[in-house]
């Protein structure tokens, strides 16, 4: 199972921008998903993005043509660039990779947009 950390998050203003990294502690290469979820106070974990390791990509639809996700096979990370940020995504922004016996849940990081 791998152990995954993310980093990047922090207080950013309305439109502004922000790219958020998830860092696996082995390879990436075999994973067969791995997506960025996000919880907000009092609400449900959401999916936001996800990338399978053939490359195709989701995103809901609050944030396409806002979010990139993409993955570096060969630095074990993925992220996520977040840009004209709105104080609705404010959140704790989670990484998850999902292989075929396993799941891993990153600590999370904080996301403050403030109007």
């Known amino acids: 199972q791998v152990q995954l950390v993310e980093s990047g998050g922090g207080l950013v203003q309305a439109g502004g921008s922000l790219r958020l990294s998830c860092a696996a502690s082995?390879?990436?290469?075999?994973?067969?998903?791995m997506g960025w979820y996000r919880q907000a106070p009092g609400k449900q974990r959401e999916l936001v993005a996800s990338?399978?390791?053939?490359?195709?990509?989701y995103y809901t639809d609050s944030v396409k043509g806002r979010f990139t996700i993409s993955r570096n096979n060969a630095r074990n990370t993925m992220y996520l660039q977040m840009n004209v940020l709105k104080p609705e995504d404010t959140a704790v922004y989670y990484c998850?990779?999902?292989?075929?016996?396993?799941?891993?849940w990153g600590q999370g990081t904080q996301v403050t947009v403030s109007s």
């Open positions: 082995t390879s990436i290469f075999s994973i067969n998903h």
């Open positions: 990338m399978s390791s053939a490359g195709s990509t």
């Open positions: 998850k990779a999902d292989a075929t016996m396993w799941s891993s």
